[in-house]
C-alpha cells in the first residue's frame, strides 16, 4: 500500500517555481529542487513524475497566475489607460522588491528559444491571452480619447509587452525601484 503524501503539493510547486525562476531549467540540480521543495526524490517522481514535468506544471502555473494577475490589474482601473497604468506600475512595484523572483516566463524564452514545442506553446498561449487584454483595453482608451487617435494599436501592444519584459530584466539587473516606475510611466506618456 502506498504511503500517504506527507507535503502540500501546491506548497513544493511554488517552492520549485522559485528555484526555476532563480536558477533556469538547466542551472536547477534535482537536489536543489529536492531541498527547496522539502521533498524526497521518490515524492517527485510519484507526484511530478520527472524534472522535466515537474518544470512544464511550474512553467504552467507561473504563467497562468502571471497572466491572470495582469488581466485584473488591467480590468481593476477605473479607466483603460487608468488601468494600463496601474498594470504597468504594479509589475515595476513587484519586480522592484529585492525577494522577487526572476520571471520564470521570460526564462523560459530565453533559455529555449523556440527549441521546445511544448514550451514554446505555452508561452505563445499566454502571449496571446496577454496580446488580448492589452488590445482590449488599448481600443477603449482610444475610444474614450484617452491615448492618441492614430495610435498603431498592434505596435502599441507589442511595445507594452516588451516594457513589462524590460522591466522585469532590468529588475534583475539591480535597477532601483524608481527607475523601474518611470519607465513604466514613461511607456503611458508615449501612449499619448
Known sequence: MARPREFDRDTALAQAIAVF???GYEGSSTAMLLDAMAISRQSLYDTFGDKR?????????????????QIRSLN????????IEATLLAFAAKAAVATAPGCMGLGATC???????????????????????????????????????DLDMRAATDFLKATLAGIKLAARGGALPEALSGIARMAIRSLR
Open 21 to 23: 525562476c532563480e536558477h
Open 53 to 69: 514535468k515537474l518544470y512544464i506544471e511550474a512553467l504552467q502555473r507561473y504563467i497562468a497566475d502571471s497572466v491572470a494577475e
Open 76 to 83: 481593476a482601473a477605473p479607466s483603460a489607460l487608468k488601468g
Open 111 to 149: 533559455e529555449f528559444g523556440r527549441s521546445d514545442q511544448e514550451i514554446t506553446l505555452l508561452i505563445e498561449t499566454a502571449d496571446r491571452t496577454l496580446t488580448s487584454a492589452f488590445e482590449h483595453r488599448l481600443v477603449a482608451a482610444k475610444a474614450t480619447g484617452e491615448i492618441a487617435a
